[in-house]
């Protein structure tokens, strides 16, 4: 039989706040809606919203989600690296550059994080001429992990993005105080028309960051 969770949501519509609404399944309400998960019905003047969660798709969603923020925060690996932590690390290294002002050492970045995988400790035994490693966690400890993997991804992938808009400003400001156009850095081109009657992007100039090649699309303007 699958594990259940429930969760009880209470809209009072009496004026005691802080009555307790018991979380019994067996519980009869005065059902007005229904389906496989959810019943809405009311008890004591209450409205009572009971739902039914599956322990084993809660993990599979929080599980998705984990690892989801872990690629968009920190990347992949800690040897391959990306997300924020990596686009952060190579704006520093843009604005450290001694040709936009900077004095060739970037600003130290936050330490790569891994919060998606985390360490379990195993179990060994024999099985004929087999060593078997053995883990085991209980479904509600590896929930409660996760969700605070969750809570610690969040904040700091806020903590980065604030940190990322931040170099990316200064950086824009080192370029103008030596006469470049922070627009150079970004590519360009247009929508032709192609050989099946589609629109197709024409790329003109690719993106860039290197200072020489920004001088050169400075010249070039001014020209």
């Known amino acids: 039989m699958k594990t259940t969770l429930t969760a009880l949501l209470v809209l009072l519509l009496a004026a005691c706040a802080s009555t307790k609404v018991t979380d019994k399944l067996d519980e009869q309400y005065e059902t007005k809606t229904s389906d496989a998960q959810e019943t809405i019905g009311t008890k004591d003047d209450k409205i009572v ?5 599956y322990l084993e798709e809660q993990l599979q969603v929080l599980q998705s989600e984990v690892e989801d923020l872990q690629h968009q925060t920190y ?3 800690q040897a391959d690296p990306g997300g924020l932590w990596e686009t952060l690390r190579r704006c520093e290294t843009r604005r450290a550059d001694a040709r936009v002002g900077g004095d060739g050492s970037p600003e130290a970045v936050p330490t790569w994080q891994d919060h998606a995988s985390q360490a379990v400790e195993f ?8 060593v078997i490693a053995v883990t085991e966690e209980a479904l509600a400890d590896r929930i409660v992990r996760l969700q605070k993997s969750k809570k610690i991804l969040s904040t700091s992938s806020l903590s980065l993005r604030e940190k990322l808009e931040r170099c990316e400003n200064l950086y824009k400001t080192a ?4 006469g470049l156009n922070p627009d150079d850095t970004q590519a360009k081109g247009e929508w032709v028309e192609g050989d099946k009657g589609y629109k197709v992007w024409k790329m003109k100039r690719s993106a860039t960051n290197d200072p020489e090649e920004l001088m050169k699309r400075a010249k070039k303007r001014q020209n």
């Not at 919203?49 to 969660?53: A, C, T």
């Not at 370029?175 to 030596?178: A, E, G, M, S, T």
């Open 49 to 53: 919203i009971q739902k039914r969660i």
């Open 75 to 77: 990347g992949k690996t």
């Open 123 to 130: 179990a060994h035994t024999v099985e004929g001429k087999n």
């Open 175 to 178: 370029l103008i105080q030596h």
